[in-house]
């Protein structure tokens, strides 16, 4: 039972853990970074109770929110590409990848956005 149990954590050290590090790292900026774009979309398109120092209109703080948020995912989105890339995997696992990327963001940002509603 011990051999096993070496077997199996010797294959995890060395073949999965470093995977599911990088997976959860990409999911925890994905999950930052959309809560980010519907943090701006929510004060860009509703009039929020808080006051930005009394002077500054929430719509253009919205969509600076935003824009950062667009760019968190961009550079997270790119860092990803570029290990998927060094990895030498075929073409269409890349491109299948991309498209769930993009579906994920924006459902996930659709999804935070609709519990703010409530």
Known sequence: MGDIRNRWLAFYSGHMEQASKEIFSHV??????????????????????????????HSL????????????????????????????????????MTILYVALSVRLIQLILAFRTE
């Not at 398109?45 to 209109?57: H, K, M, N, Q, R």
């Open 28 to 57: 925890e900026k994905v999950i930052i970074g959309t809560l980010i774009v519907s943090a701006g979309a929510h004060v860009s398109s509703a009039d929020p109770a808080i006051e930005l120092f009394g002077y500054l209109c």
């Open 61 to 96: 703080v919205g969509r600076g929110v935003e824009l950062f948020g667009v760019i968190l995912l961009v550079l997270n989105f790119i860092d990803g590409l570029y290990k998927l890339a060094r990895l030498n995997w075929h073409l269409a696992y890349q491109i299948v």
